[in-house]
């Protein structure tokens, strides 16, 4: 798998959230995107899941132009976020099916009730998702990921809403997505956590590249990158 992006940009009027982004992505990368408020993560994520249409440049995923290619014909991405839709007058089971039913696929093996399983929501299957927390919404969010397999998995700020059960669950699909052959970007601004299961580590500040390097022990040029946007007192461990 292959993820070329060049000179990606985006502006808001006379605003630009994105800058003339190059990036290069391959088969079982994880990558952390890191940088303050306001840097272009989100934004970067929607435009890398198609949701998002550039002022500028060009994103290829496997020789696939997006920006030219029909949303039915591109490769399976996934996008999970805080404001992943759900629908709270539906039962979780009933989420579940009706995602799979907008990807053209049915309910085989099983499958919904292992994705509800893994998620810790088997016993809430039949609940109406108006009543759940906001983990239990995003633990539901990835199962329905579960259930398509994205090849390009895009996750923007997870951790906030999840338990510890919840970050295991998360952190295993995302290993999962990897060690198949996926490519995965995460971006959060809990960088302790992401940096420890990230592989790479990518910083955009104003809207630009600043940081991209893999990871290494020790890791002072990312310390000193991330020294201004973490919280007092807190250390990336050399």
């Known amino acids: 798998m292959h993820l070329e992006v060049r000179r990606l940009s985006k502006s808001y009027g ?13 088969s079982g990368d994880c990558v952390a995107l890191l940088g303050p408020n306001g840097a272009g993560k989100t934004t970067l994520l929607r435009g890398l899941s198609g949701l998002l249409r550039p002022t500028a440049g060009e994103i290829h995923l496997d020789g696939a132009n997006l920006r030219r290619t029909p949303v039915g014909q591109r490769p399976t991405i996934g996008l999970l976020s805080p404001s992943d839709h759900l629908y709270d007058k539906l039962t979780a089971e009933e989420n579940l099916r009706l995602f799979l039913s907008l990807y053209g696929r049915k309910d085989k093996n099983g499958d919904i009730r292992g994705a509800l399983a893994a998620s810790g929501l088997a016993d809430w299957s039949g609940e109406y998702v108006a009543a759940f927390s906001s983990g239990m919404k995003c633990r539901l969010s990835i199962a329905k990921w579960m259930l398509v397999e994205p090849k390009l998995f895009l996750v923007d700020e997870p951790y906030g809403v999840l338990d510890g059960g919840g970050v295991d669950f998360l952190e295993s699909y995302v290993k999962n997505i990897c060690a198949l052959g996926g490519i995965v970007v995460m971006a959060t601004h809990d960088v302790m956590r992401a940096a420890a299961l990230c592989d790479r580590a990518i910083i955009l500040r104003a809207g630009k590249i600043i940081f991209d390097e893999p990871k290494r022990r020790p890791w002072d040029s990312f310390q000193r990158a991330v020294a201004d946007f973490l919280p007092r007192g807190e250390a990336w461990p050399s």
Not at 14 to 26: S, V
């Open 14 to 26: 006379f605003a630009w959230a994105l800058k003339e982004i190059d990036l290069e992505l391959r």
